[in-house]
T-cell receptor
Framework: GAVVSQHPSWVICKSGTSVKIECRSLDFQATTMFWYRQFPKQSLMLMATSNEGSKATYEQGVEKDKFLINHASLTLSTLTVTSAHPEDSSFYIC?????????????FGPGTRLTVL | GQNIDQPTEMTATEGAIVQINCTYQTSGFNGLFWYQQHAGEAPTFLSYNVLDGLEEKGRFSSVLSRTKGYRYLLLKELQMKDSASYLCAVKDSNYQLIWGAGTKLIIKP
């Protein structure tokens, strides 16, 4: 149980285009989802926290108009990177949490590798 | 500020035991997590400690003793597949996860 999927697993796009990444909790209802970014050989950096049905809370330094997050249902959150630039190339990982699950741990999706040319 | 400290890199021999320490300075404490992350993959959950004690899962154990200052992940009978980064994370008073930079563990034959 507690499986989180992400789609796509990798994407290459041109500079200036927008990319949408989906994060789904497959077998539980995720009241809270997290979006992380990880650059090579660095730790996870939390970008934003989204709660179902409300606006996402962005971490300091993360542009909310550039990284649009929608958590419209208890099983789906989306991250849209708008007007992507090469510096946005990174490994984007989502995780989901449900209060009903033991220890309140976060379950991670497999990640999406974004390359912006 | 809040921060998590763990060794950047450790090397061990196949079949041996290795201990990865984690120290933290956070606003409050609501649990300590260990995750394993292989290169290019997402982290996978290993263990969670909120009370002092030992959590065992196969060859991996996590120990927490806030009174004595012990916080570590113990890996026994190391296998080559254990080569990965091990991330320590602490949940603060706001139930926010604060992440360490990870310890890259290299296993040699």
């Amino acid at each position: 149980g507690a499986v989180v999927s992400q789609h796509p697993s990798w994407v290459i796009c041109k500079s200036g285009t927008s990319v949408k990444i989906e994060c789904r909790s497959l077998d539980f209802q995720a009241t809270t989802m997290f979006w992380y970014r990880q650059f090579p050989k660095q730790s996870l950096m939390l970008m934003a926290t989204s709660n179902e049905g409300s606006k996402a809370t962005y971490e300091q330094g993360v542009e909310k108009d550039k990284f649009l997050i929608n958590h419209a249902s208890l099983t789906l959150s989306t991250l849209t990177v708008t007007s992507a630039h090469p510096e946005d190339s990174s490994f984007y990982i989502c995780s989901a949490r449900s209060p009903g699950l033991e220890s309140n741990e976060q379950f991670f999706g497999p990640g999406t590798r974004l390359t912006v040319l | 500020g809040q921060n998590i400290d763990q060794p950047t890199e450790m090397t061990a021999t196949e079949g041996a035991i290795v201990q990865i320490n984690c120290t933290y300075q956070t606003s409050g404490f609501n649990g300590l997590f260990w995750y394993q992350q292989h290169a290019g993959e997402a982290p996978t959950f290993l263990s969670y400690n909120v009370l002092d004690g030992l959590e065992e899962k196969g060859r991996f154990s996590s120990v927490l003793s806030r009174t004595k200052g012990y916080r570590y992940l113990l890996l026994k009978e190391l296998q080559m597949k254990d080569s990965a980064s091990y991330l320590c994370a602490v949940k603060d008073s706001n139930y926010q996860l604060i992440w360490g930079a990870g310890t890259k563990l290299i296993i040699k034959p």
